[in-house]
Protein backbone atom coordinates (compact mmCIF):
# COMPACT_ATOMS: atom_id res chain seq x y z
CA UNK A 1 0.00 0.00 0.00
CA UNK A 2 1.12 3.76 -0.69
CA UNK A 3 1.96 5.82 2.12
CA UNK A 4 3.75 8.95 2.35
CA UNK A 5 5.11 10.25 5.86
CA UNK A 6 6.04 14.13 6.63
CA UNK A 7 9.13 14.18 9.23
CA UNK A 8 8.21 17.88 10.99
CA UNK A 9 4.56 18.66 12.05
CA UNK A 10 5.39 21.91 12.95
CA UNK A 11 8.08 24.38 11.62
CA UNK A 12 9.06 27.49 12.96
CA UNK A 13 11.81 29.92 10.79
CA UNK A 14 12.92 33.50 10.91
CA UNK A 15 12.46 35.34 7.65
CA UNK A 16 15.04 34.89 5.02
CA UNK A 17 15.97 31.66 6.56
CA UNK A 18 16.22 28.37 4.87
CA UNK A 19 13.42 25.64 4.59
CA UNK A 20 13.78 22.24 4.19
CA UNK A 21 10.74 19.92 4.38
CA UNK A 22 10.80 16.32 4.39
CA UNK A 23 9.00 13.59 2.88
CA UNK A 24 9.47 10.18 2.09
CA UNK A 25 6.89 8.01 0.91
CA UNK A 26 6.20 4.48 0.29
CA UNK A 27 5.46 2.60 -2.65
CA UNK A 28 7.87 0.37 -5.14
CA UNK A 29 6.46 0.93 -8.65
CA UNK A 30 6.32 4.64 -10.47
CA UNK A 31 5.37 7.41 -8.60
CA UNK A 32 4.06 11.10 -9.23
CA UNK A 33 4.97 13.44 -6.56
CA UNK A 34 3.20 16.32 -5.35
CA UNK A 35 3.78 19.17 -2.85
CA UNK A 36 -0.05 21.46 -2.38
CA UNK A 37 0.46 23.88 0.04
CA UNK A 38 -3.02 25.65 2.03
CA UNK A 39 -2.28 29.26 2.99
CA UNK A 40 -5.34 30.16 6.03
CA UNK A 41 -8.34 30.27 4.85
CA UNK A 42 -7.45 29.35 1.01
CA UNK A 43 -7.93 26.36 -0.65
CA UNK A 44 -5.47 23.67 -1.50
CA UNK A 45 -2.86 24.18 -3.94
CA UNK A 46 -0.60 22.78 -6.21
CA UNK A 47 2.87 24.08 -5.57
CA UNK A 48 5.06 21.97 -7.78
CA UNK A 49 4.94 18.27 -8.83
CA UNK A 50 7.16 15.85 -10.07
CA UNK A 51 5.98 13.33 -13.06
CA UNK A 52 9.19 12.01 -15.17
CA UNK A 53 12.82 13.48 -16.03
CA UNK A 54 14.64 16.25 -14.54
CA UNK A 55 14.42 15.00 -10.67
CA UNK A 56 14.70 18.83 -9.28
CA UNK A 57 11.75 20.30 -9.89
CA UNK A 58 10.95 24.25 -9.27
CA UNK A 59 7.78 25.53 -8.50
CA UNK A 60 5.78 28.96 -7.48
CA UNK A 61 7.12 31.34 -5.45
CA UNK A 62 10.56 30.50 -5.25
CA UNK A 63 9.86 26.89 -3.76
CA UNK A 64 11.83 23.48 -5.49
CA UNK A 65 11.79 19.50 -4.50
CA UNK A 66 14.06 17.05 -5.68
CA UNK A 67 12.74 13.20 -5.79
CA UNK A 68 15.82 10.75 -4.53
CA UNK A 69 14.48 7.54 -5.61
CA UNK A 70 17.02 5.41 -3.67
CA UNK A 71 15.75 7.38 -0.49
CA UNK A 72 12.17 7.29 -1.86
CA UNK A 73 12.39 11.20 -0.72
CA UNK A 74 10.80 14.09 -2.39
CA UNK A 75 12.15 16.59 0.18
CA UNK A 76 10.51 20.68 -0.20
CA UNK A 77 12.86 23.67 -0.19
CA UNK A 78 13.29 26.97 -0.37
CA UNK A 79 16.62 29.43 0.03
CA UNK A 80 15.19 31.99 1.88
CA UNK A 81 11.37 31.94 3.24
CA UNK A 82 9.03 34.96 3.46
CA UNK A 83 6.22 36.13 6.53
CA UNK A 84 3.85 35.30 3.28
CA UNK A 85 4.69 31.80 3.41
CA UNK A 86 3.41 30.95 6.39
CA UNK A 87 0.94 27.94 5.77
CA UNK A 88 0.53 23.88 5.98
CA UNK A 89 2.47 21.87 3.28
CA UNK A 90 1.36 18.61 2.20
CA UNK A 91 3.08 15.79 0.29
CA UNK A 92 1.35 13.77 -1.55
CA UNK A 93 1.85 10.35 -4.31
CA UNK A 94 0.01 8.87 -6.96
CA UNK A 95 1.45 5.83 -7.74
CA UNK A 96 1.25 3.11 -10.81
CA UNK A 97 -2.60 3.51 -12.79
CA UNK A 98 -4.48 5.11 -9.78
CA UNK A 99 -5.90 9.03 -9.68
CA UNK A 100 -6.19 9.18 -6.55
CA UNK A 101 -3.55 11.23 -4.29
CA UNK A 102 -2.35 10.12 -1.01
CA UNK A 103 -1.39 12.25 1.44
CA UNK A 104 1.23 12.88 4.38
CA UNK A 105 -0.14 14.37 7.47
CA UNK A 106 1.17 17.39 6.34
CA UNK A 107 3.52 20.13 8.18
CA UNK A 108 2.58 23.71 9.51
CA UNK A 109 4.97 26.30 8.90
CA UNK A 110 5.00 29.13 10.60
CA UNK A 111 7.66 32.21 9.25
CA UNK A 112 8.12 35.14 11.92
CA UNK A 113 9.08 38.57 10.91
CA UNK B 1 -14.39 32.25 -10.17
CA UNK B 2 -14.00 29.73 -12.35
CA UNK B 3 -12.66 27.05 -9.86
CA UNK B 4 -14.06 24.03 -8.06
CA UNK B 5 -17.03 25.45 -5.39
CA UNK B 6 -18.70 23.12 -2.96
CA UNK B 7 -21.95 23.71 -1.17
CA UNK B 8 -22.56 24.19 1.50
CA UNK B 9 -19.22 25.14 3.60
CA UNK B 10 -20.57 24.32 6.77
CA UNK B 11 -22.95 21.80 7.57
CA UNK B 12 -24.17 21.30 11.33
CA UNK B 13 -26.23 17.90 11.91
CA UNK B 14 -27.29 16.09 14.23
CA UNK B 15 -26.68 12.30 14.82
CA UNK B 16 -28.69 10.16 13.02
CA UNK B 17 -29.58 12.38 10.12
CA UNK B 18 -28.71 12.47 6.12
CA UNK B 19 -26.29 15.20 4.76
CA UNK B 20 -26.06 15.44 0.94
CA UNK B 21 -22.78 17.90 -0.58
CA UNK B 22 -22.75 19.36 -3.59
CA UNK B 23 -19.20 19.40 -6.18
CA UNK B 24 -19.09 21.63 -8.89
CA UNK B 25 -16.06 21.19 -10.83
CA UNK B 26 -14.23 23.10 -13.19
CA UNK B 27 -16.19 23.05 -16.49
CA UNK B 28 -13.83 21.29 -18.66
CA UNK B 29 -12.56 19.07 -16.32
CA UNK B 30 -13.97 15.36 -16.70
CA UNK B 31 -12.43 13.77 -13.42
CA UNK B 32 -13.71 14.47 -10.40
CA UNK B 33 -12.25 13.30 -6.84
CA UNK B 34 -14.02 13.26 -3.47
CA UNK B 35 -11.42 13.51 -0.37
CA UNK B 36 -12.13 13.45 3.39
CA UNK B 37 -9.88 15.69 5.93
CA UNK B 38 -10.22 15.55 9.73
CA UNK B 39 -7.99 17.76 12.35
CA UNK B 40 -4.22 16.99 12.38
CA UNK B 41 -4.55 14.83 9.22
CA UNK B 42 -3.93 15.29 5.29
CA UNK B 43 -6.77 14.40 2.80
CA UNK B 44 -8.03 10.90 2.52
CA UNK B 45 -9.20 9.70 -0.50
CA UNK B 46 -13.07 8.76 -0.88
CA UNK B 47 -14.19 8.11 -4.58
CA UNK B 48 -13.25 9.00 -8.02
CA UNK B 49 -14.77 9.50 -11.12
CA UNK B 50 -14.27 9.97 -14.83
CA UNK B 51 -17.15 11.45 -16.74
CA UNK B 52 -20.47 9.69 -14.83
CA UNK B 53 -18.64 6.57 -14.34
CA UNK B 54 -17.25 5.60 -10.96
CA UNK B 55 -13.96 4.49 -11.03
CA UNK B 56 -12.68 3.73 -7.53
CA UNK B 57 -13.87 3.81 -3.90
CA UNK B 58 -11.84 3.96 -0.96
CA UNK B 59 -12.99 1.26 1.72
CA UNK B 60 -13.35 4.29 3.82
CA UNK B 61 -16.74 4.95 2.08
CA UNK B 62 -18.71 2.56 3.73
CA UNK B 63 -22.08 1.82 3.44
CA UNK B 64 -23.74 4.97 4.48
CA UNK B 65 -21.79 7.12 1.76
CA UNK B 66 -23.21 7.12 -1.68
CA UNK B 67 -21.22 9.32 -4.35
CA UNK B 68 -22.86 10.33 -7.78
CA UNK B 69 -22.10 12.53 -11.07
CA UNK B 70 -25.14 11.78 -13.18
CA UNK B 71 -24.43 13.54 -15.93
CA UNK B 72 -20.08 13.66 -15.38
CA UNK B 73 -21.09 17.24 -14.58
CA UNK B 74 -21.28 18.28 -10.58
CA UNK B 75 -21.32 15.78 -8.19
CA UNK B 76 -23.23 14.82 -4.84
CA UNK B 77 -22.02 13.16 -1.72
CA UNK B 78 -24.42 12.24 0.75
CA UNK B 79 -24.15 10.53 3.95
CA UNK B 80 -26.73 8.60 5.45
CA UNK B 81 -27.52 7.69 9.59
CA UNK B 82 -24.64 10.68 10.06
CA UNK B 83 -22.22 9.59 13.29
CA UNK B 84 -20.28 11.67 15.16
CA UNK B 85 -16.99 10.19 13.58
CA UNK B 86 -18.32 11.60 10.35
CA UNK B 87 -17.34 14.80 11.47
CA UNK B 88 -14.60 16.24 8.85
CA UNK B 89 -13.96 18.48 6.02
CA UNK B 90 -15.13 17.20 2.91
CA UNK B 91 -12.98 18.56 -0.15
CA UNK B 92 -13.79 18.06 -3.74
CA UNK B 93 -11.34 17.96 -6.55
CA UNK B 94 -10.63 18.37 -10.52
CA UNK B 95 -8.84 17.07 -13.11
CA UNK B 96 -8.76 16.78 -16.88
CA UNK B 97 -7.31 13.81 -18.43
CA UNK B 98 -7.85 11.25 -20.96
CA UNK B 99 -6.06 8.27 -20.23
CA UNK B 100 -3.45 7.90 -17.11
CA UNK B 101 -2.75 9.85 -14.01
CA UNK B 102 -1.52 13.13 -14.90
CA UNK B 103 -3.89 16.03 -14.70
CA UNK B 104 -3.16 18.37 -12.01
CA UNK B 105 -6.06 18.09 -9.25
CA UNK B 106 -7.70 21.33 -8.43
CA UNK B 107 -9.31 21.76 -4.65
CA UNK B 108 -12.74 23.22 -3.78
CA UNK B 109 -13.03 25.32 -0.52
CA UNK B 110 -14.19 22.15 1.19
CA UNK B 111 -17.78 21.41 3.26
CA UNK B 112 -17.04 21.08 6.94
CA UNK B 113 -19.65 19.09 8.30
CA UNK B 114 -19.98 18.63 12.26
CA UNK B 115 -22.34 16.19 13.74
CA UNK B 116 -23.65 16.28 17.61
Known amino acids: AQSVSQHNHHVILSEAASLELGCNYSYGGTVNLFWYVQYPGQHLQLLLKYFSGDPLVKGIKGFEAEFIKSKFSFNLRKPSVQWSDTAEYFC???????????FGTGTLLAVQP | DTGVSQDPRHKITKRGQNVTFRCDPISEHNRLYWYRQTLGQGPEFLTYFQNEAQLEKSRLLSDRFSAERPKGSFSTLEIQRTEQGDSAMYLC??????????????FGPGTRLTVL
Open chain 1, 92 to 102: AVMGGATNKLI
Open chain 2, 93 to 106: ASSFGLAGPLGEQF
